[in-house]
């Protein structure tokens, strides 16, 4: 049935939509302009970094700037090329079947902040805005990570009660003067909080601050600690 289906829908590459060999991979020019992440790269964030893993967890110069309030953090691309218009047509135009693909890239990036048990959850939309996309697609892709690594999953651990403007075009200050107390956890979710590893999974970290939105209302519930992964990091000169 899968070979008679491939033959009436060949396998398009998520890049471009040309015909390749399997479902959901990238044709050989897409992946070549795809800027996936390795080497060395900043333990709380995944910016690459320029040098040599040395085991030493080093931090990028914004983050040492930023105080963050999750521990550790990694992406499985930078945004831009290929990675950025995957990234807006699994965002705003209903191609959702990028989850799966995007997962598997953000677990094998994941590897080093992992720890058994970890409770993984999305950053929320408010729900206005989920109402107008159709579906998180942060909660996609937590979904597929927390299966993939057999952790727990709980997509409405946390909750966005107020409804934030964009951030596009925004300041670094004014990105996290947005954020400030707009995510909270679920009434009925909070005790799930209290003493676990939680790892926060997004789309697209930018300044940070819905993150750090997100860490905050983890700690201030009684989280063990906070990780984040998300599937592309912006960057900047870069």
Excluded at 110 to 127: E, S, T
Aim: with cysteine; charged share 20%; net charge positive.
């Amino acid at each position: 049935m899968q070979r008679l289906a491939h033959l009436i829908y060949p396998p398009q590459c998520l890049g471009c939509g040309t015909v390749v060999a399997d479902d959901f991979a990238l044709c050989g020019p897409c992946w070549r302009e795809t800027p996936f992440l390795g080497g060395l790269v900043c333990d709380s964030c995944g910016l690459p970094l320029p040098g040599e893993d040395d085991g030493t967890r080093p931090r990028c110069d914004e983050c040492l700037q930023i105080a963050r309030p999750w521990g550790r953090g990694r992406a499985a691309l930078l945004y831009a090329g290929t990675a950025r218009k995957m990234i807006l047509g699994f965002k705003h135009a209903d191609r959702a079947e990028m989850a799966g693909p995007a997962a598997r890239w953000m677990v094998g990036v994941g590897q080093p902040i992992f720890r058994p048990n970890m409770l993984v959850a999305p950053v929320p939309l408010h729900w206005f805005r989920l109402l107008r996309r159709k579906y998180n697609q942060a909660a996609l892709l937590s979904a597929h990570v927390a299966m993939m690594c057999g952790f727990d999953h709980c997509p409405d651990l946390l909750i966005r009660p107020r409804r934030t403007p964009s951030q596009e075009g925004c300041g670094l200050a004014a990105r996290f003067d947005n954020m400030q107390g707009a995510l909270c956890p679920h009434p009925r979710r909070a005790a799930q909080i209290d003493g676990r590893e939680v790892l926060l999974i997004d789309d697209v970290m930018t300044s940070g601050a819905t993150l750090a939105a997100a860490a905050e209302a983890c700690n201030a519930a009684g989280a063990k600690s906070v990780s984040v992964l998300v599937l592309a990091r912006v960057a900047k000169d870069i």
